[in-house]
């Protein structure tokens, strides 16, 4: 198994240039993640999903899209690029919102907006 | 506003000592804790969690303490190893139904030879 994996691992992008950040998970999880974390923070919850073709928002989905159309991919999609979306990105599954069920993270992209 | 607050931003322990990692929570409503170990470009990995009906987890060398009154718990690590390392997240959820686990800025841990 190759778990939660993260493509591409560094971006460099210009204000106002669109991008997405691809998630895959082989462990047919149900629940999927975007986190972000800024400097010196902890990671803060973009969005998640619980399942193929359903989404929500969590903390901070401002300037973020979302799909989730197999139970394998969940990408990112930031449309507008900003610099305060500078940060390393963290997309996480789990079999399920039990909350004793881990969390399984991918090893994060890093996004640096100019 | 930080509902979990990790107020050591780092730490350094000698090999072999006791590694103690404080965690502080202002949600009263939360009931489920965890720690997360983080290495330098990798995600965060599982470490250890605990329910707020207990006030002590063990697994292995890692012992998380939880008190409630005080909104407070502790990860502890013996004997601490190189390997360990890392910067260490704490995080809370509540059994509210909305899916989310809030975590803490991070401790940064060194163990030194």
């Known amino acids: 198994n190759a778990g939660v994996t993260q493509t591409p691992k560094f971006r460099i992008l210009k204000i106002g240039q669109s991008m997405t950040l691809q998630c895959t998970q082989d462990m047919n999880h149900n629940y999927m993640y975007w986190y972000r974390q800024d400097p010196g923070m902890g990671l803060k919850l973009i969005y998640y999903?619980?399942?193929?073709?359903?989404?929500d928002k969590g903390e901070v989905p401002n300037g973020y899209n979302v799909s989730r159309s197999t139970t394998e991919d969940f990408p990112l999609r930031l449309e507008l690029a900003a610099p305060s979306q500078t940060s390393v990105y963290f997309c996480?599954?789990?079999?399920?919102?039990?909350?004793?069920?881990?969390?399984?993270f991918g090893p994060g992209t890093r996004l640096l907006v100019l | 506003d930080q509902q979990v607050k990790q107020n050591s931003p780092s730490l350094s322990v000698q090999e072999g000592r006791i590694s103690i990692l404080n965690c502080d929570y202002t949600n009263s409503m939360f009931d489920y804790f965890l720690w997360y170990k983080k290495y330098p470009a990798e995600g965060p990995t599982f470490l250890i969690s605990i329910s707020s009906i207990k006030d002590k987890n063990e697994d292995g060398r890692f012992t998380v303490f939880l008190n409630k009154s005080a909104k407070h718990l502790s990860l502890h690590i013996v004997p601490s190893q190189p390997g360990d390392s890392a910067v260490y997240f704490c995080a809370a959820s509540e059994d509210s139904g909305d899916d989310k686990i809030i975590f803490g800025k991070g401790t940064r841990l060194h163990i030194l030879p």
């Open positions: 996480a599954s789990s079999y399920s919102w039990n909350r004793e069920e881990t969390q399984y």
């Open positions: 999903s619980v399942g193929a073709g359903i989404t």
